[in-house]
């Protein structure tokens, strides 16, 4: 599955390197500030919430569908980061999505796709993208090191998505400072928390932890809080709630029951 999107994007690829004005872009770039996350004071769990209209697997899963409303109410409902998934093949994604949301809100807008090429971390700045998903799998350590690089030269910050002991161990030999551990397996798209509770305790503390994939409930949260993540990745229970806000609200509830 992995595969077949990486694929599907080597067209995409060669097109951009066609049209995209990447010393454009690097001029931009000088004059722009980078945000970075950073982990909660009180060692609260934070959540990312995630623009997703469809998946792979279940096909459409938000029939109402509007990017913008759904991050302005994502934001003022206490998410920290807006996830906004660009791929159009197999997510129904759209890159016009990412620069409605980011002048909709004020939160750091992360950049969801499948990136093989340095020519989509060009892109993905002009977009306005303040942080930029790299997934280990679709690539080696020196293709990593060479986009994680471009991304932070760009004034991003690379998260880096893993699966797995030998990614993370991966991700520990590069200049990155967020690692996410998928809990969906992109091969097969089985999911399972567990993952993210197995896996955390093997990154230091000096990096920021993030669980992606299949978390529902404040129980979930509840866990992967205990468990040393920073922050959580949510998209399809979301999007899939009547009120996508109103959710991650309750979802986060259990915070100010705990006084936190
Ligand atoms: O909808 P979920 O199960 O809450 O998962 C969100 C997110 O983790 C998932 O969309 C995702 C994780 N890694 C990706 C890479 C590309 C596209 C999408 C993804």
Redesign the pocket.
């Known amino acids: 599955m992995l595969k077949t999107?990486a694929e599907g994007k080597l067209k995409e690829v060669k097109r951009l390197r066609e049209s995209l004005d990447i010393a454009q872009v690097e001029a931009r770039c000088e004059t722009s500030r980078q945000i970075s996350l950073s982990r909660d004071s009180g060692g609260k769990l934070q959540l990312i919430a995630?623009i997703?209209k469809a998946?792979p697997l279940k096909g459409l899963?938000c029939r109402e569908f509007s990017p913008l409303e759904m991050a302005r109410s994502y934001e003022a409902n206490g998410a920290a980061v807006i996830?906004v998934?660009t791929?159009q093949e197999?997510?129904d994604g759209r890159k016009e999505y990412l620069p409605l949301v980011k002048t909709g809100v004020k939160l750091p807008v992360l950049r969801?796709?499948?990136i093989i090429d340095e020519v989509q971390i060009y892109e993905s700045r002009q977009m306005g993208a303040d942080l930029l998903?790299l997934?280990a799998a679709l690539h080696d350590y020196d293709s990593l090191l060479a986009l994680v690089e471009k991304c932070s030269a760009l004034g991003m910050e690379p998260l880096l998505?893993t699966h797995g002991r030998e990614e993370i161990k991966m991700a520990l030999d590069l200049p990155v400072k967020i690692i996410?551990i998928?809990?969906?397996n992109?091969r097969d798209f089985s999911?399972d928390i567990r993952s993210s509770l197995d896996l955390l305790p093997l990154i230091p503390d000096s990096y920021l932890k993030v669980s992606?994939?299949?978390?529902?409930e404040a129980s979930d949260l509840r866990l992967l809080e205990s468990a040393g993540c920073d922050f959580v990745?949510?998209?399809?229970?979301?999007?899939t709630a009547a009120d996508p806000g109103a959710k991650l609200r309750e979802i986060l509830s259990y915070q100010q029951e705990e006084g936190l």
Do not use: H, M
């Not at 992606?212 to 529902?216: D, L, Y």
């Open positions: 999107i995630e997703k998946s899963l996830s998934i791929e197999f997510f969801k796709d499948f998903l997934i998505e996410g998928n809990n969906r992109l999911v992606e994939s299949g978390i529902k990745l949510v998209g399809e229970a979301l999007v």
